[in-house]
């Protein structure tokens, strides 16, 4: 399995700290944010990987990781042109995929938990997302759980059925591209990664795991600060 690392978009909700650069490479407590989703990666086993970013900052992320064997790892990079949504950065990974599953993690994604067994027993086959409960669902994409199976998944409720957070990992097998083609932009004029996934609920192709350990996403003031207060007072082991 290839791993792919959303890494683009414009940050605006961290202004005024990405005036000047990506929001990826800000520090979370003693390392920049991407070096997480790059371990959560590495640890699962994934060292092919591509990561997509903005035109204004590929320089910089080329100076800080390299070709990715200071990681042990092969970094490929490709510009995503504007903010047209997770999706739309995903499908720029059709041709480094080649067929292939895919785990997809966004840039901005701190997990705890090791996924290398998951990664494992994936086989491939239909789509994989990642669960945690949340005290603010409301900010994400909330799924609705019945028995062992996802019924639905609604981008950002405003008054979420459940407190089941669908985080920032992802695995796809090679319908995904498909399934992106024939996307629409949603109202917001974005192809969005929900869109996606409800398509592989609809299929009866979409299988969940919950994360047990400490999650975050780093996108805002205050998940940013609490993700790097967890890793500096918890002693979070280090992932890279």
């Known amino acids: 399995m290839k791993g792919i690392i959303l890494a683009g978009g414009f940050g605006t909700r961290l202004l005024p700290m990405t005036k000047?650069?990506?929001?990826?490479?800000?520090?979370?407590?003693?390392r920049p944010m991407v070096y997480?989703?790059?371990?959560?990666l590495i640890n699962a086993g994934i060292k092919n990987i591509m990561i997509i970013t903005g035109n204004e900052n590929a320089g910089s992320f080329m100076n800080l990781l390299g070709n990715g064997k200071e990681f042990g790892a092969d970094f490929t990079y490709r510009l995503q042109s504007g903010a047209g949504g997770i999706a739309d950065a995903l499908n720029l990974c059709r041709d480094f995929a080649d067929e292939e599953p895919v785990a997809v993690i966004l840039g901005d994604n701190i997990f705890e938990d090791n996924f290398k067994k998951v990664a494992a027993k994936y086989g491939g086959r239909g789509a994989k997302i990642f669960l945690k409960k949340v005290s603010d669902p409301h900010r994400f994409g909330v799924a609705t759980v019945k028995g062992e199976k996802i019924s639905?998944?609604?981008?950002?409720?405003?008054?979420?059925?459940?407190?089941?957070?669908?985080?920032?990992l992802?695995?796809?097998?090679?319908?995904?591209?498909?399934?992106?083609?024939n996307l629409k932009p949603s109202a917001r004029g974005e192809l969005e990664i929900t869109d996606v996934n409800n398509w592989y609920v609809r299929q009866g192709?979409?299988?969940?795991e919950m994360v047990n350990g400490f999650w975050s996403d780093a996108g805002t003031v205050e998940s940013l600060n609490r993700a790097s207060d967890h890793i500096r007072t918890q002693k979070l082991k280090k992932i890279l």
């Open 20 to 30: 000047v650069t990506n929001k990826h490479l800000l520090p979370v407590y003693d």
């Open 36 to 40: 997480y989703p790059i371990g959560t």
């Open 152 to 168: 639905k998944i609604i981008e950002k409720p405003s008054n979420p059925e459940t407190d089941l957070a669908v985080t920032g």
């Open 170 to 181: 992802y695995f796809y097998d090679k319908q995904v591209w498909k399934v992106i083609k």
């Open 205 to 208: 192709q979409m299988k969940f």
